[in-house]
């Protein structure tokens, strides 16, 4: 497609690095995105993601290491960004023109055909509202209106800083059933997020800064399944709480009360032995239930960011 070389990965940088005066704003970066996936990129503010991004698409050059994306090396950006779209800090429109006339002053200027605009104002959404002024338009609709001209070259890999920003439930919702569509059709998706209930909910992969680091590259299932397990544990009467808390104290067990649950870092094959202990003291459960951390108290925990 637009020639660009075959490759098994859509991005992939080893020793990626910018330093702007005694500032690293990312340092010795290494990672890779499938292609065909939808990858999640995250981190606290400042941690290098946006910076990154702009090395990518060769709006910046790295201070050092060496990248490449679909196959083409990241110092020569001509070679891939054909095959690349890419929203970054928020679509930018004339408010006096509908969506579809934006779409196509974007096409004429790119040299893109015409007849992809209808095409992609119903990929987006937007099928009914093309000829609304862009003044009118939702935040929402905005966002998808920027991810439709992100789409006008028909990428192989689409590249999103924070797309869902400033959008309620039901935005977020549409910008996550449209990323989730495009994959399911062979785009790569590349998204910068801070909202990792969604992500956690559509990224196969992940990278993961933190201070211009990777701290973590890979499955999202794999990240999480390396997590402490938790078990839950609610006694069918509230009385018998205070002495089954010292019960599994003085086995060993490290307990905390959390919302009026005790909640014991472990592995799932204790649950037996939490039964047993219960039962021997003629205590009875109403709970004994397995938890994983979600990606957001995974990520605070790796990161020590608590936004």
Same mark, same amino acid.
Do not use: W
């Given at each position: 497609?637009?020639?660009?070389?075959?490759?098994?990965?859509?991005?992939?940088?080893?020793?990626?690095?910018?330093?702007?005066?005694?500032?690293?704003?990312?340092?010795?970066?290494?990672?890779?995105? @499938?292609?065909?996936?939808?990858?999640?990129?995250? =981190?606290?503010?400042?941690? !290098?993601?946006?910076?990154?991004?702009?090395?990518?698409?060769?709006?910046?050059?790295?201070?050092?290491?060496?990248?490449?994306?679909?196959?083409?090396?990241?110092?020569? @950006?001509?070679?891939?960004?054909?095959?690349?779209? +890419?929203?970054?800090?928020? @679509?930018?429109? /004339?408010? +006096?023109?509908? !969506?579809?006339?934006?779409?196509?002053?974007?096409?004429?200027?790119?040299?893109?055909?015409?007849?992809?605009?209808?095409?992609?104002?119903?990929?987006?959404? *937007?099928?009914?509202?093309?000829?609304?002024?862009?003044?009118?338009?939702?935040? =929402?609709?905005?966002?998808?209106?920027?991810?439709?001209?992100?789409?006008?070259?028909?990428?192989?890999?689409?590249?999103?800083?924070? @797309?869902?920003?400033?959008?309620?439930?039901? =935005?977020?919702?549409?910008?996550?059933?449209? &990323?989730?569509?495009?994959?399911?059709? =062979?785009?790569?998706? #590349?998204?910068?997020?801070?909202? &990792?209930?969604?992500?956690?909910?559509? +990224?196969?992969?992940?990278?993961?800064?933190?201070? !211009?680091?990777?701290? /973590? #590259?890979?499955?999202?299932?794999?990240?999480?399944?390396?997590?402490?397990? &938790?078990? %839950?544990?609610?006694?069918?009467?509230?009385?018998?709480?205070?002495? *089954? *808390?010292?019960?599994?104290?003085? +086995?060993?067990?490290?307990?905390?009360?959390?919302?009026?649950?005790? %909640?014991?870092?472990?592995?799932?094959?204790?649950?037996?032995?939490?039964?047993?202990?219960? #039962?021997?003291?003629?205590?009875?459960?109403?709970?004994?239930?397995?938890?994983?951390?979600?990606?957001?108290?995974?990520?605070?925990?790796?990161?020590?960011?608590?936004?």
């Amino acid at each position: 497609m637009n020639g660009v070389p075959q490759s098994k990965t859509a991005i992939s940088v080893t020793g990626l690095t910018k330093v702007y005066g005694d500032r690293r704003a990312v340092s010795d970066a290494k990672f890779e995105v @499938p292609l065909g996936t939808i990858c999640g990129f995250v =981190g606290p503010n400042g941690s !290098g993601k946006t910076t990154t991004i702009r090395m990518l698409l060769g709006l910046i050059e790295p201070t050092a290491g060496t990248g490449s994306v679909l196959g083409s090396p990241i110092s020569k @950006p001509s070679e891939y960004l054909a095959s690349v779209g +890419a929203m970054i800090e928020g @679509p930018a429109f /004339y408010p +006096a023109l509908s !969506g579809a006339e934006n779409l196509k002053v974007l096409a004429t200027m790119g040299g893109y055909p015409l007849e992809r605009v209808p095409e992609l104002l119903q990929v987006v959404g *937007l099928g009914e509202r093309g000829r609304s002024k862009y003044k009118t338009y939702s935040l =929402g609709m905005k966002q998808r209106l920027g991810i439709a001209a992100a789409l006008l070259p028909n990428p192989q890999l689409l590249i999103l800083d924070e @797309p869902t920003n400033g959008l309620d439930p039901s =935005g977020i919702q549409e910008i996550r059933n449209l &990323l989730k569509e495009l994959a399911s059709k =062979g785009t790569s998706v #590349f998204v910068s997020s801070h909202l &990792l209930s969604e992500l956690e909910m559509i +990224a196969e992969y992940l990278v993961m800064l933190r201070e !211009g680091k990777v701290i /973590y #590259f890979g499955k999202t299932d794999d990240l999480l399944h390396a997590q402490q397990t &938790l078990i %839950v544990v609610t006694p069918e009467y509230q009385v018998d709480q205070d002495r *089954l *808390l010292a019960l599994l104290i003085a +086995a060993n067990f490290h307990v905390q009360v959390r919302d009026g649950k005790l %909640v014991i870092d472990g592995a799932k094959e204790i649950t037996a032995e939490i039964n047993r202990i219960a #039962f021997a003291a003629g205590i009875t459960l109403s709970e004994l239930s397995i938890e994983k951390p979600t990606l957001e108290e995974t990520f605070f925990d790796m990161t020590g960011d608590a936004e």
